[in-house]
Protein backbone atom coordinates (compact mmCIF):
# COMPACT_ATOMS: atom_id res chain seq x y z
CA UNK A 1 0.00 0.00 0.00
CA UNK A 2 1.48 3.45 -0.78
CA UNK A 3 1.73 5.42 1.69
CA UNK A 4 1.09 9.20 0.93
CA UNK A 5 3.29 12.14 3.37
CA UNK A 6 1.30 14.95 4.59
CA UNK A 7 3.32 18.10 4.91
CA UNK A 8 5.45 18.95 7.75
CA UNK A 9 5.31 15.49 9.54
CA UNK A 10 7.22 13.01 9.60
CA UNK A 11 6.78 9.47 8.18
CA UNK A 12 7.47 6.79 10.83
CA UNK A 13 7.60 3.29 10.36
CA UNK A 14 5.23 0.96 12.27
CA UNK A 15 7.47 -1.43 13.61
CA UNK A 16 9.43 1.42 15.63
CA UNK A 17 6.69 2.47 17.53
CA UNK A 18 7.16 1.14 20.74
CA UNK A 19 11.10 2.07 20.60
CA UNK A 20 10.36 6.07 19.83
CA UNK A 21 7.36 5.90 21.79
CA UNK A 22 9.37 4.94 25.29
CA UNK A 23 13.00 7.02 23.86
CA UNK A 24 12.48 9.31 21.76
CA UNK A 25 11.94 13.13 23.26
CA UNK A 26 11.54 14.75 19.86
CA UNK A 27 8.64 12.73 19.41
CA UNK A 28 5.14 13.76 20.32
CA UNK A 29 4.39 11.76 23.49
CA UNK A 30 0.70 11.02 22.72
CA UNK A 31 -0.14 10.78 19.07
CA UNK A 32 -3.32 10.03 16.60
CA UNK A 33 -3.97 6.65 16.71
CA UNK A 34 -5.92 6.17 13.57
CA UNK A 35 -3.13 7.63 11.06
CA UNK A 36 -0.06 5.76 12.62
CA UNK A 37 -0.80 2.53 11.15
CA UNK A 38 0.26 4.60 7.88
CA UNK A 39 3.37 5.30 9.40
CA UNK A 40 2.64 8.80 10.04
CA UNK A 41 2.70 10.15 13.63
CA UNK A 42 0.83 13.13 14.11
CA UNK A 43 0.27 15.30 17.38
CA UNK A 44 -2.56 14.26 18.79
CA UNK A 45 -5.30 17.11 18.81
CA UNK A 46 -8.13 15.71 20.83
CA UNK A 47 -9.34 11.82 21.99
CA UNK A 48 -12.93 10.10 21.59
CA UNK A 49 -14.13 8.43 24.23
CA UNK A 50 -15.90 5.75 22.53
CA UNK A 51 -13.19 4.98 20.31
CA UNK A 52 -10.63 4.93 23.24
CA UNK A 53 -8.05 6.51 20.59
CA UNK A 54 -6.32 9.72 20.21
CA UNK A 55 -6.85 11.75 17.22
CA UNK A 56 -5.06 14.45 15.04
CA UNK A 57 -7.02 17.98 14.39
CA UNK A 58 -8.18 16.67 11.03
CA UNK A 59 -9.70 13.23 12.11
CA UNK A 60 -10.84 14.97 15.10
CA UNK A 61 -12.32 17.11 12.76
CA UNK A 62 -13.81 14.65 10.94
CA UNK A 63 -15.14 12.62 13.50
CA UNK A 64 -17.39 15.05 14.61
CA UNK A 65 -18.91 15.21 10.67
CA UNK A 66 -19.02 11.16 10.05
CA UNK A 67 -22.61 10.08 10.31
CA UNK A 68 -21.10 6.37 12.26
CA UNK A 69 -18.80 9.06 14.96
CA UNK A 70 -20.63 12.45 14.72
CA UNK A 71 -22.53 11.16 18.36
CA UNK A 72 -19.35 10.14 19.82
CA UNK A 73 -17.95 12.35 23.02
CA UNK A 74 -14.73 13.80 21.97
CA UNK A 75 -12.52 15.39 24.74
CA UNK A 76 -10.08 18.12 23.48
CA UNK A 77 -6.54 18.60 24.16
CA UNK A 78 -6.40 19.85 27.70
CA UNK A 79 -8.91 17.14 28.58
CA UNK A 80 -7.69 14.45 26.76
CA UNK A 81 -5.49 11.30 27.95
CA UNK A 82 -1.76 12.47 28.40
CA UNK A 83 -0.06 9.15 28.00
CA UNK A 84 -0.17 6.70 25.84
CA UNK A 85 0.95 3.49 25.99
CA UNK A 86 2.10 0.85 23.50
CA UNK A 87 -0.32 -2.08 24.97
CA UNK A 88 -1.78 -5.03 22.79
CA UNK A 89 -4.91 -5.48 21.03
CA UNK A 90 -6.59 -7.76 23.43
CA UNK A 91 -5.58 -6.12 26.57
CA UNK A 92 -6.60 -2.33 25.31
CA UNK A 93 -10.32 -4.29 24.26
CA UNK A 94 -11.23 -6.62 26.21
CA UNK A 95 -13.55 -4.30 28.37
CA UNK A 96 -16.21 -6.68 29.79
CA UNK A 97 -17.63 -4.84 32.67
CA UNK A 98 -20.75 -1.97 32.01
CA UNK A 99 -20.70 0.73 34.08
CA UNK A 100 -23.06 0.89 36.49
CA UNK A 101 -23.94 4.21 36.04
CA UNK A 102 -24.04 4.66 31.88
CA UNK A 103 -24.84 0.78 31.02
CA UNK A 104 -23.97 0.76 27.50
CA UNK A 105 -20.54 1.81 28.37
CA UNK A 106 -17.65 -0.28 29.53
CA UNK A 107 -15.23 0.48 32.38
CA UNK A 108 -11.86 1.37 30.81
CA UNK A 109 -11.09 3.93 33.34
CA UNK A 110 -9.87 4.38 36.97
CA UNK A 111 -9.81 7.50 39.09
CA UNK A 112 -7.25 7.29 41.68
CA UNK A 113 -7.98 10.59 43.39
CA UNK A 114 -11.31 9.40 44.10
CA UNK A 115 -10.59 5.82 43.73
CA UNK A 116 -13.93 4.68 41.59
CA UNK A 117 -13.67 2.96 38.14
CA UNK A 118 -15.04 4.71 35.03
CA UNK A 119 -16.28 4.55 32.04
CA UNK A 120 -15.81 7.42 28.60
CA UNK A 121 -19.02 9.23 30.13
CA UNK A 122 -17.92 8.89 33.63
CA UNK A 123 -14.66 10.87 32.57
CA UNK A 124 -16.07 13.40 30.65
CA UNK A 125 -18.77 13.95 33.17
CA UNK A 126 -17.54 13.69 36.11
CA UNK A 127 -13.71 13.14 36.04
CA UNK A 128 -11.85 15.54 33.81
CA UNK A 129 -8.05 14.89 33.79
CA UNK A 130 -7.51 18.80 34.51
CA UNK A 131 -8.67 17.97 38.12
CA UNK A 132 -8.54 13.99 38.18
CA UNK A 133 -5.61 11.45 38.07
CA UNK A 134 -7.61 9.39 35.80
CA UNK A 135 -5.37 6.19 34.51
CA UNK A 136 -6.46 4.19 31.18
CA UNK A 137 -6.76 0.22 33.02
CA UNK A 138 -4.87 -1.46 31.01
CA UNK A 139 -1.95 1.30 31.43
CA UNK A 140 -1.60 0.16 34.89
CA UNK A 141 -3.58 -3.54 34.91
CA UNK A 142 0.13 -5.42 34.46
CA UNK A 143 1.51 -4.40 37.64
CA UNK A 144 -1.50 -6.16 39.58
CA UNK A 145 -0.65 -9.75 38.40
CA UNK A 146 0.49 -11.57 41.75
CA UNK A 147 0.98 -7.85 43.50
CA UNK A 148 0.51 -7.21 47.22
CA UNK A 149 -2.56 -5.82 46.64
CA UNK A 150 -3.40 -8.84 45.36
CA UNK A 151 -2.72 -10.63 48.17
CA UNK A 152 -4.14 -8.22 50.59
CA UNK A 153 -7.49 -7.74 49.22
CA UNK A 154 -7.93 -12.10 49.25
CA UNK A 155 -7.05 -11.12 53.06
CA UNK A 156 -9.65 -9.00 53.28
CA UNK A 157 -12.45 -10.62 51.40
CA UNK A 158 -11.79 -13.67 53.83
CA UNK A 159 -11.71 -11.14 56.91
CA UNK A 160 -14.84 -9.46 55.70
CA UNK A 161 -16.21 -12.96 54.94
CA UNK A 162 -15.94 -14.39 58.77
CA UNK A 163 -17.03 -11.41 60.10
CA UNK A 164 -19.90 -11.65 57.82
CA UNK A 165 -20.72 -15.55 59.17
CA UNK A 166 -20.10 -14.74 62.12
CA UNK A 167 -22.67 -11.95 61.99
CA UNK A 168 -24.70 -14.62 60.61
CA UNK A 169 -24.46 -17.13 63.09
CA UNK A 170 -25.16 -14.43 66.04
CA UNK A 171 -28.82 -14.00 64.16
CA UNK A 172 -29.59 -17.14 64.39
CA UNK A 173 -28.86 -17.43 68.11
CA UNK A 174 -30.72 -14.50 69.24
CA UNK A 175 -33.94 -16.11 66.74
CA UNK A 176 -33.62 -19.22 68.42
CA UNK A 177 -33.03 -17.81 71.95
CA UNK A 178 -36.18 -15.50 72.03
CA UNK A 179 -38.21 -18.31 70.21
CA UNK A 180 -37.09 -20.57 73.12
CA UNK A 181 -37.90 -17.47 75.65
CA UNK A 182 -41.23 -17.43 73.93
CA UNK A 183 -41.91 -21.33 74.68
CA UNK A 184 -41.01 -20.88 78.49
CA UNK A 185 -42.77 -17.71 78.81
CA UNK A 186 -46.14 -19.87 77.15
CA UNK A 187 -45.31 -22.72 79.62
CA UNK A 188 -45.11 -20.68 82.43
CA UNK A 189 -48.44 -19.39 81.49
CA UNK A 190 -49.76 -22.91 80.86
CA UNK A 191 -49.06 -24.02 84.24
CA UNK A 192 -50.08 -20.94 86.19
CA UNK A 193 -53.86 -21.93 83.98
CA UNK A 194 -54.37 -24.85 85.37
CA UNK A 195 -55.84 -23.69 88.81
CA UNK A 196 -58.98 -21.97 87.03
CA UNK A 197 -59.22 -23.39 83.67
CA UNK A 198 -62.99 -22.73 83.36
CA UNK A 199 -61.83 -19.36 83.10
CA UNK A 200 -59.14 -18.86 80.79
CA UNK A 201 -59.55 -20.10 77.40
CA UNK A 202 -60.12 -16.61 75.79
CA UNK A 203 -57.22 -14.87 77.72
CA UNK A 204 -55.13 -18.35 76.34
CA UNK A 205 -56.34 -17.44 72.99
CA UNK A 206 -54.84 -13.47 73.25
CA UNK A 207 -51.21 -15.32 75.26
CA UNK A 208 -51.06 -17.38 72.35
CA UNK A 209 -51.84 -14.71 69.35
CA UNK A 210 -49.20 -12.37 70.84
CA UNK A 211 -46.40 -15.21 71.02
CA UNK A 212 -47.07 -15.68 67.41
CA UNK A 213 -47.21 -12.24 66.52
CA UNK A 214 -43.95 -11.57 68.33
CA UNK A 215 -42.54 -14.78 66.77
CA UNK A 216 -43.31 -13.82 63.04
CA UNK A 217 -41.94 -10.20 64.01
CA UNK A 218 -38.46 -11.64 65.08
CA UNK A 219 -38.05 -13.14 62.00
CA UNK A 220 -38.97 -10.27 59.66
CA UNK A 221 -36.69 -7.86 61.58
CA UNK A 222 -34.00 -10.53 61.29
CA UNK A 223 -34.41 -11.47 57.47
CA UNK A 224 -33.26 -8.40 56.60
CA UNK A 225 -30.07 -8.89 58.09
CA UNK A 226 -29.51 -12.40 57.37
CA UNK A 227 -29.83 -11.78 53.93
CA UNK A 228 -28.12 -8.81 53.65
CA UNK A 229 -25.33 -10.82 55.23
CA UNK A 230 -25.53 -14.04 52.91
CA UNK A 231 -25.38 -11.58 50.08
CA UNK A 232 -21.82 -9.87 51.00
CA UNK A 233 -20.90 -13.26 51.75
CA UNK A 234 -22.02 -14.59 48.39
CA UNK A 235 -20.79 -11.72 46.69
CA UNK A 236 -17.70 -11.63 48.47
CA UNK A 237 -17.19 -15.73 47.59
CA UNK A 238 -17.73 -14.53 43.74
CA UNK A 239 -15.58 -11.91 43.37
CA UNK A 240 -12.42 -14.11 45.59
CA UNK A 241 -13.22 -16.93 42.79
CA UNK A 242 -13.36 -14.74 39.77
CA UNK A 243 -9.89 -12.74 41.26
CA UNK A 244 -7.95 -15.95 41.16
CA UNK A 245 -8.77 -16.91 38.42
CA UNK A 246 -8.43 -14.17 36.60
CA UNK A 247 -5.09 -13.38 38.02
CA UNK A 248 -3.96 -17.51 36.95
CA UNK A 249 -5.32 -16.31 33.55
CA UNK A 250 -3.17 -13.08 33.57
CA UNK A 251 -6.12 -11.02 33.10
CA UNK A 252 -5.14 -8.22 34.40
CA UNK A 253 -7.79 -5.82 32.89
CA UNK A 254 -11.26 -7.48 34.54
CA UNK A 255 -8.65 -8.59 37.56
CA UNK A 256 -8.57 -5.37 38.72
CA UNK A 257 -11.92 -4.47 38.02
CA UNK A 258 -13.15 -7.06 39.87
CA UNK A 259 -10.76 -6.26 42.50
CA UNK A 260 -12.10 -2.19 42.83
CA UNK A 261 -15.92 -3.75 43.04
CA UNK A 262 -14.76 -6.54 46.03
CA UNK A 263 -13.09 -3.38 47.60
CA UNK A 264 -15.85 -1.59 47.15
CA UNK A 265 -18.38 -4.23 49.18
CA UNK A 266 -15.58 -4.48 51.75
CA UNK A 267 -15.66 -0.82 52.25
CA UNK A 268 -19.67 -0.87 52.03
CA UNK A 269 -18.77 -4.10 55.16
CA UNK A 270 -16.38 -2.21 57.07
CA UNK A 271 -16.01 -3.41 60.69
CA UNK A 272 -15.37 -0.01 62.46
CA UNK A 273 -18.26 2.05 60.39
CA UNK A 274 -20.50 -0.33 58.90
CA UNK A 275 -21.15 -3.02 61.63
CA UNK A 276 -23.02 -0.86 63.63
CA UNK A 277 -25.09 -0.01 60.45
CA UNK A 278 -26.31 -3.28 60.43
CA UNK A 279 -27.24 -3.82 63.73
CA UNK A 280 -29.03 -0.47 64.22
CA UNK A 281 -31.73 -0.82 61.71
CA UNK A 282 -33.63 -0.95 64.13
CA UNK A 283 -33.45 -4.67 64.52
CA UNK A 284 -34.66 -5.38 68.37
CA UNK A 285 -35.02 -8.84 69.04
CA UNK A 286 -37.11 -9.36 72.06
CA UNK A 287 -37.13 -11.82 75.32
CA UNK A 288 -40.16 -12.65 76.93
CA UNK A 289 -41.44 -13.94 80.28
CA UNK A 290 -45.08 -14.80 81.67
CA UNK A 291 -45.38 -13.15 84.90
CA UNK A 292 -48.61 -14.04 86.14
CA UNK A 293 -50.50 -11.81 88.16
CA UNK A 294 -50.71 -13.18 91.56
CA UNK A 295 -54.08 -11.36 93.24
CA UNK A 296 -56.21 -13.67 90.21
CA UNK A 297 -55.82 -16.75 92.41
CA UNK A 298 -57.99 -14.83 94.81
CA UNK A 299 -60.79 -13.28 92.86
CA UNK A 300 -61.29 -15.53 90.09
CA UNK A 301 -65.21 -14.14 90.45
CA UNK A 302 -63.67 -10.89 88.69
CA UNK A 303 -62.60 -10.46 85.22
CA UNK A 304 -58.90 -9.86 85.50
CA UNK A 305 -56.18 -9.81 83.45
CA UNK A 306 -53.71 -13.04 84.09
CA UNK A 307 -50.73 -11.29 83.16
CA UNK A 308 -48.13 -9.41 80.41
CA UNK A 309 -45.99 -11.01 78.30
CA UNK A 310 -42.70 -8.97 79.06
CA UNK A 311 -39.91 -8.84 76.83
CA UNK A 312 -36.54 -7.03 77.10
CA UNK A 313 -34.46 -6.16 73.77
CA UNK A 314 -31.80 -8.59 72.91
CA UNK A 315 -28.77 -7.10 71.48
CA UNK A 316 -26.51 -8.96 69.01
CA UNK A 317 -22.68 -8.89 71.39
CA UNK A 318 -21.26 -5.75 70.31
CA UNK A 319 -17.39 -6.85 70.38
CA UNK A 320 -16.16 -3.50 68.25
CA UNK A 321 -12.63 -2.20 69.38
CA UNK A 322 -12.39 -0.11 72.87
CA UNK A 323 -10.15 2.41 73.82
CA UNK A 324 -9.36 2.43 77.88
CA UNK A 325 -8.16 5.09 79.84
CA UNK A 326 -7.54 6.18 83.63
CA UNK A 327 -9.42 8.67 84.81
CA UNK A 328 -9.04 8.33 88.88
CA UNK A 329 -10.00 6.76 91.74
CA UNK A 330 -11.57 6.68 94.94
CA UNK A 331 -10.27 5.69 98.30
CA UNK A 332 -12.64 3.56 100.36
CA UNK A 333 -10.81 3.27 103.37
CA UNK A 334 -12.49 4.72 106.74
CA UNK A 335 -11.36 6.22 109.94
CA UNK A 336 -13.50 2.98 111.41
CA UNK A 337 -10.86 0.37 109.56
CA UNK A 338 -8.43 0.35 112.65
CA UNK A 339 -5.54 0.20 110.60
CA UNK A 340 -5.60 -2.49 108.43
CA UNK A 341 -6.07 -2.78 104.72
CA UNK A 342 -9.81 -3.32 102.42
CA UNK A 343 -10.89 -6.33 101.54
CA UNK A 344 -13.48 -5.86 98.45
CA UNK A 345 -14.70 -8.62 97.11
CA UNK A 346 -18.15 -7.86 95.82
CA UNK A 347 -19.71 -4.23 94.08
CA UNK A 348 -23.01 -3.64 92.72
CA UNK A 349 -24.04 0.16 90.99
CA UNK A 350 -27.93 -0.16 92.28
CA UNK A 351 -28.07 3.79 90.54
CA UNK A 352 -25.36 5.92 88.85
CA UNK A 353 -24.11 7.99 91.78
CA UNK A 354 -24.37 5.09 94.38
CA UNK A 355 -21.65 2.15 94.22
CA UNK A 356 -22.39 -0.85 97.05
CA UNK A 357 -19.09 -2.79 98.09
CA UNK A 358 -18.18 -5.44 100.63
CA UNK A 359 -15.34 -5.19 102.58
CA UNK A 360 -14.01 -7.67 104.77
CA UNK A 361 -17.20 -7.37 107.74
CA UNK A 362 -18.64 -3.71 106.30
CA UNK A 363 -20.54 -3.16 103.74
CA UNK A 364 -20.12 0.60 102.38
CA UNK A 365 -22.21 3.10 100.19
CA UNK A 366 -20.07 4.77 98.31
CA UNK A 367 -21.38 8.64 96.44
CA UNK A 368 -18.90 8.43 93.30
CA UNK A 369 -19.90 12.40 92.96
CA UNK A 370 -18.52 13.28 96.01
CA UNK A 371 -15.85 10.23 95.86
CA UNK A 372 -16.68 9.14 99.20
CA UNK A 373 -18.12 6.76 101.38
CA UNK A 374 -21.63 8.07 103.05
CA UNK A 375 -22.77 5.15 104.91
CA UNK A 376 -21.12 1.79 106.55
CA UNK A 377 -23.14 -1.62 108.26
CA UNK A 378 -20.89 -3.86 110.05
CA UNK A 379 -21.55 -7.95 109.92
CA UNK A 380 -20.86 -10.71 112.48
CA UNK A 381 -20.12 -12.97 109.25
CA UNK A 382 -18.35 -11.51 106.36
CA UNK A 383 -20.42 -10.35 103.29
CA UNK A 384 -18.41 -11.90 100.51
CA UNK A 385 -20.60 -10.37 97.21
CA UNK A 386 -23.66 -8.24 97.11
CA UNK A 387 -26.31 -8.41 94.82
CA UNK A 388 -28.76 -5.46 93.84
CA UNK A 389 -32.47 -6.25 93.55
CA UNK A 390 -34.77 -3.68 92.85
CA UNK A 391 -35.13 -0.43 93.72
CA UNK A 392 -33.28 0.15 97.22
CA UNK A 393 -32.85 -3.51 97.67
CA UNK A 394 -29.77 -5.51 98.27
CA UNK A 395 -28.99 -9.15 99.06
CA UNK A 396 -25.84 -9.86 100.64
CA UNK A 397 -23.75 -12.87 100.87
CA UNK A 398 -22.74 -13.82 104.40
CA UNK A 399 -19.93 -15.82 104.18
CA UNK A 400 -20.07 -18.89 107.36
CA UNK A 401 -23.65 -18.26 107.87
CA UNK A 402 -24.66 -20.04 104.97
CA UNK A 403 -27.13 -17.49 104.22
CA UNK A 404 -28.52 -14.41 102.22
CA UNK A 405 -29.02 -11.26 103.95
CA UNK A 406 -31.65 -9.07 101.96
CA UNK A 407 -31.05 -4.87 102.90
CA UNK A 408 -32.65 -1.90 101.80
CA UNK A 409 -30.92 1.62 101.77
CA UNK A 410 -31.97 4.73 102.03
CA UNK A 411 -30.78 8.33 103.72
CA UNK A 412 -27.10 7.26 103.62
CA UNK A 413 -28.35 4.71 105.90
CA UNK A 414 -28.95 0.64 105.17
CA UNK A 415 -31.48 -1.41 106.95
CA UNK A 416 -31.05 -5.18 107.60
CA UNK A 417 -34.52 -6.99 106.26
CA UNK A 418 -35.06 -10.65 106.03
CA UNK A 419 -33.11 -13.75 105.85
CA UNK A 420 -32.80 -16.43 102.99
CA UNK A 421 -30.92 -19.48 104.34
CA UNK A 422 -29.34 -21.85 101.82
CA UNK A 423 -27.55 -25.11 102.09
CA UNK A 424 -23.87 -24.69 101.50
CA UNK A 425 -21.20 -22.11 102.19
CA UNK A 426 -22.25 -19.70 99.13
CA UNK A 427 -19.48 -17.45 97.47
CA UNK A 428 -21.23 -14.90 95.01
CA UNK A 429 -24.73 -13.76 93.95
CA UNK A 430 -26.65 -11.70 90.88
CA UNK A 431 -30.24 -11.10 91.26
CA UNK A 432 -32.66 -10.99 87.76
CA UNK A 433 -36.24 -9.68 88.18
CA UNK A 434 -37.93 -12.64 90.98
CA UNK A 435 -34.64 -15.59 90.99
CA UNK A 436 -31.25 -15.15 92.31
CA UNK A 437 -28.53 -17.19 91.04
CA UNK A 438 -25.69 -18.02 93.99
CA UNK A 439 -22.09 -19.77 93.36
CA UNK A 440 -20.89 -22.74 96.47
CA UNK A 441 -17.72 -23.43 96.95
CA UNK A 442 -17.97 -27.09 99.08
CA UNK A 443 -19.63 -28.56 97.08
CA UNK A 444 -18.50 -26.83 93.87
CA UNK A 445 -22.04 -25.89 92.61
CA UNK A 446 -24.31 -23.15 91.26
CA UNK A 447 -27.80 -23.28 92.19
CA UNK A 448 -30.84 -20.88 90.41
CA UNK A 449 -33.55 -20.05 93.49
CA UNK A 450 -37.11 -17.69 94.02
CA UNK A 451 -36.62 -14.85 96.02
CA UNK A 452 -37.51 -17.18 99.01
CA UNK A 453 -34.82 -19.89 98.31
CA UNK A 454 -37.10 -22.33 96.75
CA UNK A 455 -34.21 -24.30 94.88
CA UNK A 456 -35.28 -24.27 90.93
CA UNK A 457 -32.03 -25.52 89.63
CA UNK A 458 -28.64 -27.20 90.65
CA UNK A 459 -25.78 -27.41 88.57
CA UNK A 460 -23.73 -29.48 90.35
CA UNK A 461 -20.74 -31.30 87.67
CA UNK A 462 -17.36 -31.25 88.64
CA UNK A 463 -16.52 -31.44 85.11
CA UNK A 464 -18.12 -28.35 84.69
CA UNK A 465 -17.40 -26.77 88.31
CA UNK A 466 -14.13 -27.06 90.35
CA UNK A 467 -14.62 -23.51 92.14
CA UNK A 468 -17.33 -20.83 90.94
CA UNK A 469 -16.49 -17.95 92.14
CA UNK A 470 -18.87 -14.89 90.97
CA UNK A 471 -21.86 -14.74 88.95
CA UNK A 472 -23.76 -12.09 86.57
CA UNK A 473 -27.31 -12.38 84.90
CA UNK A 474 -29.54 -11.19 81.90
CA UNK A 475 -33.13 -12.14 80.58
CA UNK A 476 -31.57 -14.64 78.63
CA UNK A 477 -28.12 -16.13 80.65
CA UNK A 478 -26.10 -16.76 82.90
CA UNK A 479 -22.59 -16.38 83.54
CA UNK A 480 -20.28 -18.40 86.18
CA UNK A 481 -16.34 -17.67 86.63
CA UNK A 482 -14.75 -20.41 87.96
CA UNK A 483 -11.05 -19.98 89.82
CA UNK A 484 -9.46 -23.17 89.13
CA UNK A 485 -11.30 -24.31 85.67
CA UNK A 486 -9.85 -20.71 84.53
CA UNK A 487 -13.10 -19.97 82.67
CA UNK A 488 -16.60 -18.32 82.24
CA UNK A 489 -19.37 -20.65 81.31
CA UNK A 490 -22.74 -19.23 79.94
CA UNK A 491 -25.54 -20.89 81.05
CA UNK A 492 -29.84 -20.20 80.58
CA UNK A 493 -31.81 -19.94 83.39
CA UNK A 494 -32.89 -23.48 83.55
CA UNK A 495 -29.61 -24.38 84.56
CA UNK A 496 -28.45 -25.77 80.91
CA UNK A 497 -24.81 -25.22 79.67
CA UNK A 498 -23.89 -23.31 76.66
CA UNK A 499 -20.85 -21.89 75.59
CA UNK A 500 -17.34 -21.32 77.70
CA UNK A 501 -14.92 -18.98 77.65
CA UNK A 502 -11.38 -20.09 78.63
CA UNK A 503 -9.42 -16.78 80.09
CA UNK A 504 -6.04 -17.91 80.48
CA UNK A 505 -5.81 -17.26 83.99
CA UNK A 506 -7.91 -17.43 87.07
CA UNK A 507 -11.17 -15.37 86.58
CA UNK A 508 -12.58 -13.52 89.64
CA UNK A 509 -15.57 -10.61 89.53
CA UNK A 510 -18.01 -10.51 86.68
CA UNK A 511 -20.27 -7.50 85.58
CA UNK A 512 -22.71 -7.36 82.40
CA UNK A 513 -22.72 -4.74 80.00
CA UNK A 514 -26.04 -3.44 78.74
CA UNK A 515 -25.55 -4.44 75.28
CA UNK A 516 -24.76 -8.25 76.46
CA UNK A 517 -21.21 -8.77 77.00
CA UNK A 518 -19.50 -9.48 80.59
CA UNK A 519 -16.36 -8.04 81.78
CA UNK A 520 -14.54 -10.08 83.89
CA UNK A 521 -11.69 -9.74 86.42
CA UNK A 522 -8.87 -12.09 85.23
CA UNK A 523 -5.48 -12.93 87.47
CA UNK A 524 -2.73 -12.06 85.02
CA UNK A 525 -4.05 -7.63 85.99
CA UNK A 526 -6.41 -7.97 83.20
CA UNK A 527 -9.81 -6.72 82.69
CA UNK A 528 -12.01 -9.05 79.48
CA UNK A 529 -14.82 -8.11 77.75
CA UNK A 530 -16.43 -11.44 76.45
CA UNK A 531 -19.17 -12.06 73.99
CA UNK A 532 -22.27 -12.66 75.13
CA UNK A 533 -22.06 -16.51 73.72
CA UNK A 534 -18.51 -16.77 75.46
CA UNK A 535 -17.37 -17.56 72.01
CA UNK A 536 -15.30 -14.33 72.33
CA UNK A 537 -13.05 -12.41 74.26
CA UNK A 538 -10.65 -9.12 74.40
CA UNK A 539 -8.41 -6.81 76.77
CA UNK A 540 -10.23 -3.90 77.65
CA UNK A 541 -7.76 -2.98 81.15
CA UNK A 542 -4.33 -4.34 81.07
CA UNK A 543 -1.48 -3.42 83.55
CA UNK A 544 -3.75 -3.84 87.25
CA UNK A 545 -2.75 -5.06 90.52
CA UNK A 546 -4.68 -7.83 91.34
CA UNK A 547 -8.21 -7.35 89.93
CA UNK A 548 -10.64 -8.88 92.00
CA UNK A 549 -13.86 -6.83 91.58
CA UNK A 550 -15.90 -4.74 88.99
CA UNK A 551 -18.54 -2.62 88.23
CA UNK A 552 -19.83 -1.15 84.64
CA UNK A 553 -21.90 1.89 83.90
CA UNK A 554 -23.74 2.61 81.27
CA UNK A 555 -24.83 5.94 81.68
CA UNK A 556 -20.71 7.00 82.08
CA UNK A 557 -19.40 4.72 80.07
CA UNK A 558 -17.59 3.77 83.29
CA UNK A 559 -15.80 0.31 84.75
CA UNK A 560 -15.42 0.61 88.46
CA UNK A 561 -12.56 -1.82 89.60
CA UNK A 562 -11.06 -2.94 93.08
CA UNK A 563 -7.81 -4.80 93.81
CA UNK A 564 -7.08 -7.13 96.24
CA UNK A 565 -3.69 -8.55 97.80
CA UNK A 566 -1.74 -5.71 96.48
CA UNK A 567 1.51 -4.86 97.98
CA UNK A 568 2.04 -0.94 100.49
CA UNK A 569 2.31 2.32 98.86
CA UNK A 570 4.62 4.63 100.62
CA UNK A 571 1.72 6.52 102.22
CA UNK A 572 1.18 3.06 104.25
CA UNK A 573 -2.28 2.52 101.73
CA UNK A 574 -2.14 -0.26 99.02
CA UNK A 575 -4.10 -0.72 96.02
CA UNK A 576 -6.85 -2.41 98.08
CA UNK A 577 -8.15 0.84 99.53
CA UNK A 578 -8.67 2.42 96.14
CA UNK A 579 -11.50 1.81 93.27
CA UNK A 580 -10.11 3.03 90.32
CA UNK A 581 -12.12 4.16 87.66
CA UNK A 582 -11.49 3.93 83.46
CA UNK A 583 -12.99 5.21 80.66
CA UNK A 584 -14.12 3.11 77.63
CA UNK A 585 -15.02 4.51 74.28
CA UNK A 586 -15.43 3.17 70.90
Same mark, same amino acid.
Given at each position: ?234 ? #???? $?? *??? +? @? ?5 ? &?????? !? ?123 ? #???? $?? *??? +? @? ?5 ? &?????? !? ?179
Amino acid at each position: MEVMDVPGKNAIRRDSLATIALGSEEDPRVYCQPCDPDGSRLPAYGYCTNCSEHLCETCYTLHRKHKLSRDHTLLDKSSMPQILSPVTPTQSENFTKPCPTHNMEMIKFYCHDHKTLLCSVCVTLDHKLASCQVKYIPDISDTFINSTEYQDILKRINDVSEISNKTLQDTKKMIENSDESLTRALEDFMKFRTKFDQRLNELERQVKEAVEVNQEDNKKKLTKLETKCKDVSKS #LKSS $SG *AIQ +R @LNRSTQA &NDMFIE !MKHAEEIIKDFQYQRTMATLYDQNIEVKDYNFEPNEVISYLLDEEFSLGTLQSETLIIPDMKPRQSSYMDKICVLTSNAKGRVCCIQGMTLPYPNTLILTDDYVLKMVDIKTQSVIAEHFFQYTP #LDVA $SV *AHN +R @LAVVLLG &NESIQF !MSFASKKFKMNHTVKVDGQCCGISCHRNQMVVTFQDPPKVQILQMNGTVLHTIEDRSIFKSPMFVTTCDSSVYVSDYIMETVTRFNWKGEMGDRYACRDKPYGLTMSENGTVFACVGNGTIIEISGDCTRGRVVVQDLECPSSVCWSEERSTLYVSSMGCNSQDDGTTEDDFISMFKLTK
